[in-house]
């Protein structure tokens, strides 16, 4: 589970296969504790997508998912926004 409790914005960088040796759908729970937004990007060599394309915690006490769901490719799933 990542939990964040940071006061100010933060980056979670999602690897390629190649940095991290994750199985295809392995689901790892996020969660904002403190009120520093979450920014979920990915890494070189990797992919990230989500609804409506929007890859930010909607704020303190959001949560949701971050599965990967093919080679290199992750998905955010949550509360979040643009």
Excluded: C, M
Excluded at 35 to 53: E, K, W
Excluded at 58 to 70: C, H, I, S
């Amino acid at each position: 589970v990542l939990h964040s409790t940071s006061a100010s914005a933060i980056t979670i960088t999602l690897p390629q296969d190649s940095a991290a040796s994750i199985s295809i759908e392995t689901a790892i729970p996020w969660r904002a504790y403190g009120n520093g937004q979450i920014t979920f990007d990915s890494g070189t060599g990797a992919t990230l997508v989500s609804r409506g394309s929007i890859y930010k915690s909607a704020g303190r006490y959001a949560e949701g998912l971050v599965t990967k769901v093919a080679a290199n490719t992750w998905l955010l799933s949550g509360d979040i926004t643009a």
